[in-house]
């Protein structure tokens, strides 16, 4: 059972960026789908974006333009590129299966985006 492990978070002003990476499995990379997720304080866990084992992203409309979700597979890694950040990205963002696992839920790993 896979258990993604994120990396990357930081304290940004607004308007920075940030790219976090996801430690996953050859075979997560290659023939599933994986997405990343973020959870603001009081809110619940959200869908930002996903990638297909083919390389097919979707990102939730509050993202786009902003975020980009890739993967590097020799790496056994996921990435999500931020940029032009904004105060409401501030959250805990983690990796998992598309659809999500409770299994494969990491610790996540936090950003905060200050104004």
């Known amino acids: 059972q896979v258990q993604f492990a994120e990396l990357g978070g930081d304290l940004v002003q607004s308007g920075g960026s940030l790219r976090l990476s996801c430690a996953g499995t050859q075979d997560a990379l290659n023939f599933y789908t994986l997405g990343w997720y973020r959870q603001a304080p009081g809110k619940q866990r959200e869908l930002v974006a996903s990638?297909?084992?083919?390389?097919?992203?979707m990102y939730a409309d509050s993202v786009k333009g902003r975020f980009a979700i890739f993967k590097d597979i020799s790496k056994k890694t996921l990435y999500l590129q931020m940029i032009d950040l904004k105060p409401e990205d501030t959250a805990v963002y983690y990796c998992?299966?598309?659809?999500?696992?409770?299994?494969?839920w990491g610790q996540g790993t936090q950003v905060t985006v200050s104004s």
């Open positions: 998992n299966w598309n659809p999500s696992s409770r299994a494969a």
């Open positions: 990638i297909t084992a083919g390389g097919t992203t």
